[in-house]
């Protein structure tokens, strides 16, 4: 059976080489040349083989695994002597990578060996995401998100990352260095396709991964926050994103395996909430009702489950004693613990 192969259009010489091959010796079928990564999801069913350089920009870690998914076989090429983008490609998932100096005969030969393995599958179980997100006007997601975290980390191997890059706070809500940061992180994924446990913040049981909080620097790359979001799905059970506000269409949140919307407990913070939901793209949220008002309780959870269309899975009071231990550089005051436990797992 001839084996029917995609490749990502490329502009080194590997890849109209290997089409030119196929076409003179019909050792395997070229069925199509990608040129962004909608072409191969809507066409998964005609193709066995993927072939894809490391050097193209969209071909990351997660795409990779996404076409395992799919039931693919993923070759990777990458530039020789570029080791890091073949530590990607190998991060991902893929079933073979190679240097873009192999002949297309020996190109052929590895395609044609990945893919009676296209159907197994992938060789490392990938942990989940979960990110909490919330409406501008700081509903408290750093302090869910912390809480959340800690939950999941007495269970199963966990990792908090920052990645509200307009105001991060993990670092100084538990009065952790500035360095190591996320900057540091997203460098040591792009050389070695991997985490460096060095780089981690340990608070309890709980991994950390601050945000960047250094002047005069550029910010951080969606590459750069993808790679390291990648990472960390490989070497933890689940990864828990602090994102703060967010604009629909975010595409951490589309991409995410669970979502957690934190929603001020006043009027404008549901409003807000609304507006949100409204437009959210990605798993349907669960949400947590923040800083309600012991008396009005009752009142909050039916606004907020009236204006957003979702029933509401945890109220944190407002009580002197939760909002005390925000900037105490300790766990969250075990009230808002306790409303927490359990949430993701129903």
């Not at 993990?170 to 360095?179: D, E, K, S, T």
Request: aromatic share 4%.
């Amino acid at each position: 059976m001839t084996v029917r192969v995609a490749t990502v259009l490329s502009a080194r010489e590997w890849e109209p080489n290997l089409v030119a091959h196929a076409h003179e010796t019909a050792s395997i079928r070229i069925v199509l040349r990608a040129f962004q990564p909608s072409d191969l999801e809507s066409r998964a069913g005609d193709i066995d083989v993927v072939v894809a350089s490391g050097d193209v920009s969209w071909v990351t870690p997660r795409q990779v695994t996404t076409w395992k998914r799919l039931g693919l076989g993923v070759v990777g090429v990458f530039p020789a002597g570029d080791q890091p983008a073949a530590d990607l490609l190998t991060h991902g998932g893929a079933n073979e990578v190679v240097p873009d100096t192999l002949d297309s005969e020996s190109l052929v030969q590895a395609i044609r060996f990945v893919a009676p393995r296209a159907l197994e599958p992938a060789s490392q179980e990938l942990g989940t995401v979960t990110v909490v997100a919330g409406a501008r006007g700081a509903p408290g997601c750093t302090e869910i998100a912390l809480a959340y975290a800690l939950s999941r980390s007495a269970a199963t191997s966990a990792v908090l990352i920052d990645l509200d890059l307009m105001a991060p706070a993990i670092a100084i809500r538990l009065g952790l260095p500035p360095r190591p940061d996320i900057a540091d992180v997203a460098d040591t994924v792009r050389i070695d396709g991997a985490i460096d446990f060095q780089d981690l913040h340990s608070f309890e049981s709980l991994s950390v991964i601050t945000g960047s909080h250094r002047k005069g620097q550029s910010g951080i790359t969606e590459m750069m926050v993808q790679g390291v979001v990648d990472a960390a799905r490989g070497e933890f059970n689940e990864a828990i994103i602090d994102l703060g506000a967010v604009e629909p269409g975010n595409t951490l949140v589309a991409e995410a395996d669970r979502a957690i919307i934190v929603v001020d407990a006043s009027a404008i913070g549901i409003v807000r909430a609304a507006q949100l939901t409204a437009d959210w793209v990605g798993p349907t949220p669960y949400v947590v009702v923040n800083r309600v008002n012991a008396r009005g309780s009752v009142d909050a959870v039916k606004a907020v489950r009236r204006w957003t269309g979702l029933e509401p899975v945890a109220v944190i009071p407002e009580h002197p004693k939760v909002r005390q231990a925000t900037v105490s550089a300790r766990r969250p005051h075990r009230r808002l613990c306790r409303a927490m436990a359990g949430v993701g797992d129903q």
